[in-house]
């Protein structure tokens, strides 16, 4: 199997291509017809192999997984996901390998009618980039630094249960636990309403601390109280770490991609009534204060002791 056959029986898929894509995998490039007055949005994150996942992680999953990083960004910003493109470097042409990749990829993309427009195939250490692109009305786009003193703070999700799956091998076969690191389901259905009610928005990437630092910091250094035991963790976390590290890891740990926003009290009845159309547990863990800081109450967590969230390093 060359290049060419490789994009042909595994990515081309022309039978599943919506209208307002006027050119897809084929060309030089793709054509697309936006509806009108939307605006788009457009993220990209990649995957290296040894840094962002091992060779022992199911390809389905790293197929799975680069998908699901982006889409969490797209409805982040308050959009829907539409399309996206992926770049593929890869070692060797290993069919299997690749199928199962597609598998995992398309699984997702399907199910939240994303399509595959095009991308790129090159010979390499294993890389998998992908970039999303997303649509939002004009006027409804989130962004970090939107958050107000006073707002309520929300998450989307349980967190800390990829945290905990890495942790130990025993962690690691908990099947709950193990789906959270390798199959994240971030909520895309949320993207379309998201901007109406919420102030700002951010997924869960590198640690709840970490990334509600970002929103706090970008929304004029406001400060945070969050409630201990009003964060969502994993039971199957509490039950093999007990609560304090639980939570430790949810705070302080990744992989989660389920999102925080912020937004004002008086929409929490519609947030409740949104989270259970969608069939979303959507839970309040604090408020925005003017400053000082992120403050968690109660809880035995020795904030100390927490990763800063994960940051790459390189060495030169
Ligand atoms: P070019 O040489 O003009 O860059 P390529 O041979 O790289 O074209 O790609 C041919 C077509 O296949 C293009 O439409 C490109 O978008 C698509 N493509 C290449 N690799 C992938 C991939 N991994 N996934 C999806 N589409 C791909
Ligand atoms: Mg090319």
Same mark, same amino acid.
């Given at each position: 199997?060359?290049?060419?056959?490789?994009?042909?029986?595994?990515?081309?898929?022309?039978?599943?291509?919506?209208?307002?894509?006027?050119?897809?995998?084929?060309?030089?490039?793709? /054509? $697309? @017809?936006?509806? !009108?007055?939307?605006?788009?949005?457009? =993220?990209?994150?990649?995957?290296?192999? #040894?840094?962002?996942?091992?060779?022992?992680?199911?390809?389905?999953?790293?197929?799975?997984?680069?998908?699901?990083?982006?889409?969490?960004?797209?409805?982040?910003?308050?959009?829907?996901?539409?399309?996206?493109?992926?770049?593929?470097?890869?070692?060797?042409?290993?069919?299997?390998?690749?199928?199962?990749?597609?598998?995992?990829?398309?699984?997702?993309?399907?199910?939240?009618?994303?399509?595959?427009?095009?991308?790129?195939?090159?010979?390499?250490?294993?890389?998998?980039?992908?970039t999303v692109?997303?649509?939002?009305?004009?006027?409804?786009?989130?962004?970090?630094?939107?958050?107000?003193?006073?707002?309520?703070?929300?998450?989307?999700?349980?967190?800390?249960?990829?945290?905990?799956?890495?942790?130990?091998?025993?962690?690691?076969?908990?099947? /709950? $636990? @193990?789906?959270? !690191?390798?199959?994240?389901?971030?909520? =895309?259905?949320?993207?379309?309403v998201l #901007?109406?009610?919420?102030?700002?928005?951010?997924?869960?990437?590198?640690?709840?601390?970490?990334?509600?630092?970002?929103?706090?910091?970008?929304?004029?250094?406001?400060?945070?109280?969050?409630?201990?035991?009003?964060?969502?963790?994993?039971?199957a976390s509490?039950?093999?770490?007990?609560?304090?590290?639980?939570?430790?890891?949810?705070?302080?740990?990744?992989?989660?991609?389920?999102?925080?926003?912020?937004?004002?009290?008086?929409?929490?009845?519609?947030?409740?009534?949104?989270?259970?159309?969608?069939?979303?547990?959507?839970?309040?863990?604090?408020?925005?204060?003017?400053?000082?800081?992120?403050?968690?109450?109660?809880?035995?967590?020795?904030?100390?002791?927490?990763?800063?969230?994960?940051?790459?390093?390189?060495?030169?």
């Amino acid at each position: 199997m060359d290049e060419f056959e490789l994009i042909d029986r595994i990515f081309h898929r022309p039978e599943d291509r919506p209208p307002w894509v006027e050119v897809g995998i084929g060309d030089d490039g793709a /054509v $697309l @017809q936006p509806p !009108l007055g939307k605006q788009t949005v457009v =993220v990209m994150d990649t995957l290296v192999n #040894g840094t962002h996942f091992l060779n022992s992680q199911p390809a389905d999953s790293v197929g799975h997984r680069a998908l699901a990083v982006n889409l969490s960004d797209v409805v982040a910003m308050g959009a829907s996901p539409r399309w996206a493109t992926l770049s593929l470097t890869l070692p060797e042409l290993d069919r299997d390998w690749v199928n199962a990749f597609a598998t995992g990829f398309f699984q997702l993309a399907d199910e939240h009618h994303v399509s595959l427009i095009g991308g790129d195939t090159t010979a390499g250490p294993l890389t998998v980039s992908v970039t999303v692109g997303g649509e939002v009305e004009p006027g409804r786009v989130l962004r970090r630094g939107g958050a107000r003193p006073g707002d309520l703070i929300f998450l989307t999700g349980r967190i800390g249960g990829a945290a905990t799956a890495l942790s130990s091998t025993q962690a690691y076969s908990n099947p /709950v $636990l @193990q789906k959270a !690191l390798l199959y994240p389901q971030p909520p =895309v259905a949320l993207g379309q309403v998201l #901007g109406s009610f919420a102030h700002s928005a951010i997924d869960l990437s590198d640690g709840l601390l970490a990334d509600l630092g970002h929103v706090l910091k970008a929304s004029g250094n406001r400060g945070a109280q969050i409630e201990a035991d009003q964060v969502p963790l994993f039971e199957a976390s509490v039950a093999l770490l007990g609560a304090s590290r639980a939570l430790e890891l949810a705070l302080g740990g990744g992989d989660d991609y389920e999102l925080c926003f912020t937004a004002p009290e008086d929409r929490c009845r519609e947030i409740d009534a949104i989270g259970s159309q969608l069939e979303r547990e959507i839970f309040c863990i604090g408020r925005v204060t003017e400053k000082g800081g992120c403050r968690v109450n109660g809880g035995q967590v020795n904030l100390k002791e927490l990763s800063p969230g994960y940051q790459h390093t390189w060495q030169v």
